[in-house]
């Protein structure tokens, strides 16, 4: 799977899978605004990753969006809905 895009407000949020050994999956997110990262890229998944690369891709996605709501250092614009 390729890096995938997801827009949530004046943010993009790219994801992109990162295979493991044994078959198992982590997932790495970074947000950007006007195409400039404001949260660089982060891995999600841990040491035992996960187990299909479509769920480390989910939970990355999450985690970044839970990112933009509760602040984590990335500026809110102010239209930001």
């Known amino acids: ?3 995938q895009l997801f827009l949530y407000g004046v943010y ?3 994801v ?3 295979e493991l050994n044994g ?7 970074e947000i950007r605004h006007r195409e400039k990262a ?3 890229w982060t891995t ?4 035992n990753g996960y ?3 479509t769920e480390a891709v989910a939970a990355a996605h999450q ?3 839970d990112d933009i709501e509760h602040g984590a250092g990335i500026p809110k614009p102010r239209a930001f809905p």
């Open 1 to 3: 799977m390729a890096e």
């Open 12 to 14: 993009s949020i790219h």
């Open 16 to 18: 992109r899978p990162l």
């Open 23 to 29: 078959a198992r999956w982590d997932a790495e997110y």
């Open 38 to 40: 404001v949260k660089p």
């Open 44 to 47: 999600v998944g841990g040491d």
């Open 51 to 53: 187990g299909d690369e």
């Open 63 to 65: 985690q970044a969006v």
